[in-house]
């Protein structure tokens, strides 16, 4: 690498919105410079355990008393890391961060971020999203409205493929999308009796997912999806969508793109001159060597949290306090998806079918809530969405009462009875004082500043909770299902992994960070279209929206950068 190279952009982070970055940049003709805090990951040849079995593994895939210590925040999310996908996760110990308030901060350092290890649910926003903060009165308004982002919505979907199910809601709007999932049995008999014993609008249709679903040869090297529920360790075959697999090869293959791992962005170098960004600050993660990177344009894709962090270190005679922190709203508004809690039941007969595959997916049901006068809410504004699925429970809780001998032998081989359950997604509101900062004294091994967390769910988030819980009793309890009971887990902001904010979109410079193309109001070759731009929540989860946001924005700068605005 040479450091007097001036590259047309930097794009920083290769995750969900560094990789589409990359993509639209490159194929516009930008010589792009990508840098990734942690190791090269190569599609297929890197997916280590692609094909392993929970029996390949000393503890049936759990981790070690050893390694639990190593990803003690990384596990708070219940699910993950496991053993079989462990190194997809950082190691707490060596990526520490400081907590004011809990806030369980899940990352994964490599390239194509977690891309590789993301829950791949993808919906739209509507303009009743982005015009509730206006409406309600809560925080900034955005500077956009569903007609803007429609279009990017559309090339984003044809490009990664989402599978899916047309519905006409208008808090839901449709897509481009690949054949739907199947429903399975049970499902489809929640879905008849939502259909019947509610009049306000509430149904369920399978998820609309990031998976190809049926074979087309549009999608450069990918296949179609194999139902092995494998996704997370990554798939081989390019099943669902990840930078890995899809935009970072297609950035590649214009020859515009140079890619450099285990390099540390730590600031952003400000030209008091020019009153632009000149490039990029890192350190190299393996040798700890500085460089300098220059650069024309610098795209922030660094997953939230750690944009807002490298904006709060550039610091300079013009943002003493960070770039772009001049009206103290960097880092401020952080937001999450709350969830954790909502129902289960068990569910008599339907015990001549079954399911063919592992369906890497659950069924959706959409906000229903806050929409209309009839919808109306008395305890809570916004709302709130359930993902969930039905299926055939294990031999296990057969045994405590089956006995031994033949009858347990028969028993081990057969399906259980069918079981369901569901959690609930809520929005989160963008408080100001949920914030975070830079450490004053607590650094990490890169002697670089901790980030340090103080963010809360607050009183709305609180209430919208007994809702979740509450709707989700009515609905099973309508389809007739037995043993119905909720559930509401011990969580906190972070564990939605959906976390947002910290550089908000909005139209005033003093109340925001970003204009409506994602750029800094003061420095505006600096883009951020990761996380941390978002102005709101909404409830639905939120990697289609960077996507397209992204797109839109790299079309944006490649078009001001021909136009000779930032040279």
Not at 15 to 22: E, F, K, Q, V, Y
Not at 86 to 103: A, C, M, S
Not at 153 to 179: A, N, R
Not at 473 to 482: Q, R, S, V
């Amino acid at each position: 690498m040479n450091e007097e190279t001036v590259f047309d952009a930097i794009v920083v982070g290769t995750g969900i919105s560094g990789g589409w970055a990359t993509k639209e940049l490159c194929e516009n003709g930008l010589n792009t410079l990508v840098l990734e805090r942690g190791p090269m990951v190569k599609h297929v040849e890197d997916y280590k355990t692609m094909n392993d079995d929970p029996w390949d593994y000393p503890f049936k895939g759990e981790l070690s008393r050893d390694d639990k210590e190593k990803y003690q925040k990384q596990s708070r999310v219940g699910w993950a890391p496991k053993d079989d996908v462990k190194h997809f996760f950082v190691n707490d110990l060596e990526h520490p961060y400081q907590e004011t308030k809990r806030f369980d901060w899940i990352r994964g350092y490599h390239v194509g971020g977690r891309s590789l290890t993301w829950g791949r649910q993808s919906y739209r926003w509507s303009d009743i999203d982005f015009e509730a903060n206006l409406k309600e009165d809560i925080a900034v308004d955005w500077p956009v409205r569903y007609k803007d982002i429609a279009p990017w919505y559309d090339k984003v979907e044809s490009y990664i493929g989402v599978s899916g199910q047309k519905l006409g809601l208008k808090q839901l709007p449709d897509g481009q999308f690949q054949p739907p999932m199947d429903l399975n049995c049970v499902e489809k008999d929640l879905q008849a009796a939502m259909g019947s014993a509610f009049d306000d609008g509430r149904l369920l249709t399978i998820g609309r997912v990031a998976h190809i679903t049926e074979n087309t040869t549009e999608f450069e090297g990918r296949g179609p999806c194999q139902y092995r529920n494998r996704c997370w360790r990554g798939c081989p075959f390019g099943g669902y969508f990840s930078s890995n697999s899809s935009t970072l090869p297609a950035a590649e293959r214009t020859g515009n793109m140079t890619l450099r791992p285990n390099s540390i962005v730590h600031e952003i170098v400000y030209d008091e001159a020019t009153k632009m960004a000149s490039g990029v600050k890192i350190i190299d993660s393996i040798t700890k060597e500085p460089m300098v990177f220059k650069g024309k344009i610098i795209f922030l894709c660094a997953s939230a949290m750690a944009s807002v962090g490298i904006l709060l270190q550039s610091k300079s005679k013009r943002f003493p306090e960070g770039i772009g922190n001049n009206h103290d709203q960097v880092g401020r508004n952080i937001m999450d998806h709350h969830y954790k809690l909502g129902a289960f039941a068990k569910v008599e007969g339907h015990l001549d079918k079954y399911y063919k595959g592992r369906r890497p997916n659950g069924f959706y049901i959409p906000r229903f809530v806050n929409l209309d006068e009839k919808t109306k809410q008395q305890n809570f504004i916004r709302g709130f969405g359930y993902q969930g699925g039905a299926s055939r429970r294990d031999w296990s809780e057969m045994v405590a009462e089956m006995g031994y001998g033949a009858a347990l032998k028969e028993a081990v081989l057969k399906p259980g009875s069918w079981q369901i359950g569901m959690t609930g997604f809520g929005e989160m509101l963008p408080h100001h004082d949920n914030r975070v900062t830079l450490s004053n004294d607590k650094k990490d091994q890169w002697g670089l500043p901790q980030l340090d967390f103080d963010v809360a769910f607050q009183e709305n988030e609180y209430n919208m909770r007994e809702a979740i819980k509450a709707e989700a009793i009515a609905i099973f309890k309508a389809a007739g299902f037995k043993e119905v009971h909720s559930f509401d887990e011990s969580t906190g902001p972070g564990l939605g992994i959906h976390e947002m904010g910290g550089a908000r979109m909005g139209w005033n410079p003093r109340t925001s960070v970003v204009n409506k193309n994602n750029q800094v109001h003061d420095v505006p070759n600096i883009y951020v279209t990761d996380g941390a731009f978002m102005t709101s929540a909404s409830c639905v989860n939120p990697s289609l929206t960077y996507m397209a946001f992204t797109a839109r924005a790299a079309y944006h700068a490649a078009t001001q950068f021909k136009l000779g605005k930032f040279v």
